[in-house]
């Protein structure tokens, strides 16, 4: 079934498709002082994430790691867990859940959003695979890009399920590729750096 989206509620402005090729840049931030084959592996992991949802566009994701800097299109933060929450430090605000691998919060003009190394509740956190920590870095982008987008929009069928699923889910869904593909192209926050 093709789905056609309500433009109304992608973005406050306008998607314009360049006809010129465009390179976004995803930053992934360290505050856990993984070791760097680690940071290597979950890399190569979220950048053929990215990659497969560019699929069929004439734009390219470059993922990789170091300080967010404001030209950014995007900046996911790794943190070890909920206690040590960045976006929390820099963005007070209500205490975040606990059981959740990632939460992205926005403040003013600022958006950040954060993954944990591990997750759950407290006393029983653990680690992902690199494929776990993939999809939820692709939801987090996703509330990071349509950051006006309650919850239950972006977790219902106007996110697509896949990686918008309130659990998100491999492989991505058409709809989920042309979410990212179009919020990458209409940033309306900066980003958390």
Known sequence: MNRILNTSMLSPAPFSSSSSPASYSVKLVDHTGSDASWLDGLEKKIQSVFDECMKGSSHNVVVSWGKGVATDNLVLHFVQDVDHSYIQQKMPGAPIKEDIGGHTRTQGKVVGSEIYKLAGPRGDRRQHTYTGYSKIALHES?????????????????????LAAAVP??????????LIQRGLNIKTKDQLL
Request: hydrophobic content about 30%; charged content about 10%; proline content about 10%.
């Open 142 to 162: 996703l509330h990071n890009l349509y950051n006006w987008w309650s919850e239950s929009q972006l977790h219902g069928p106007l996110g697509g399920g896949g």
């Open 169 to 178: 889910q491999l492989p991505p869904t058409a709809l989920n590729k042309e």
